[in-house]
């Protein structure tokens, strides 16, 4: 309610109305996709009795959000710091922290839409990033298949050992991707 106690516009006021995107869904959020004990696993600020950083809390994110769009708002949400999509990038940032887990943060960069797409994870938009956990293919050129680096890639699963993941280039040709 407001000062004057009122609940609700009045017919006029809501004859007034002017919908920029009158019943238009909003975007998913990965956060509420996300089972809850992942979600509180996640933005939980400590771990072990220490403060946990933004960069911590995002390569958890990644970690546990695989094969969701993650929006640039859920990053920001996540790392709360400046600049939260630093905190994504290679040289220091989640993309080289998990590497050595297997996993390769897929962005808007057209070798990576194809990546994603050879593995059959959804493509992201500009400003997403999709977490997979890959590992080396047995055979090339199937379906769910990627080939990054002369090297056949499919989606890790369990029981799969721990490889490191591929460097994968961020051009906006597809030079080094071949996919099934």
Same mark, same amino acid.
């Given at each position: 309610?407001?000062?004057?106690?009122?609940?609700?516009?009045?017919?006029?006021?809501?004859?007034?109305?002017?919908?920029?995107?009158?019943?238009?869904?909003?975007?998913?959020?990965?956060?509420?996709?996300?089972?809850?004990?992942?979600?509180?696993?996640?933005?939980?600020?400590?771990?072990? %009795? $220490?403060?946990?950083? @933004?960069?911590? !809390?995002?390569?958890?994110?990644?970690? /546990? &959000?695989? +094969?969701?769009?993650?929006?640039?708002?859920?990053?920001?949400?996540?790392?709360?710091?400046?600049?939260?999509?630093?905190?994504?990038?290679?040289?220091?940032?989640?993309?080289?922290?998990?590497?050595?887990? %297997? $996993?390769?943060?897929? @962005?808007?960069? !057209?070798?990576?839409?194809?990546?994603? /797409? &050879?593995? +059959?994870?959804?493509?992201?938009?500009?400003?997403?990033?999709?977490?997979?956990?890959?590992?080396?293919?047995?055979?090339?050129?199937?379906?769910?298949?990627?080939?990054?680096?002369?090297?056949?890639?499919?989606?890790?699963?369990?029981?799969?050992?721990?490889?490191?993941?591929?460097?994968?280039?961020?051009?906006?040709?597809?030079?080094?991707?071949?996919?099934?």
């Amino acid at each position: 309610t407001n000062r004057d106690s009122k609940a609700t516009l009045n017919a006029l006021g809501r004859a007034d109305i002017r919908w920029l995107f009158k019943d238009e869904s909003l975007p998913r959020n990965a956060l509420l996709r996300m089972p809850t004990a992942d979600t509180v696993a996640v933005m939980s600020s400590h771990r072990s %009795g $220490y403060a946990r950083s @933004g960069q911590e !809390r995002l390569d958890e994110l990644f970690r /546990r &959000a695989q +094969g969701m769009r993650i929006s640039r708002t859920v990053i920001a949400t996540v790392a709360q710091q400046d600049d939260p999509m630093k905190r994504v990038r290679s040289n220091g940032g989640s993309r080289s922290r998990l590497a050595a887990e %297997g $996993y390769l943060l897929l @962005g808007h960069y !057209r070798t990576h839409r194809d990546v994603a /797409r &050879a593995l +059959g994870v959804p493509v992201p938009n500009s400003g997403e990033i999709v977490s997979v956990r890959v590992h080396p293919a047995r055979h090339a050129n199937r379906p769910g298949t990627a080939t990054i680096g002369g090297t056949s890639w499919r989606l890790w699963r369990a029981g799969d050992d721990l490889v490191s993941a591929p460097a994968l280039t961020h051009t906006a040709r597809s030079a080094n991707i071949a996919n099934a």
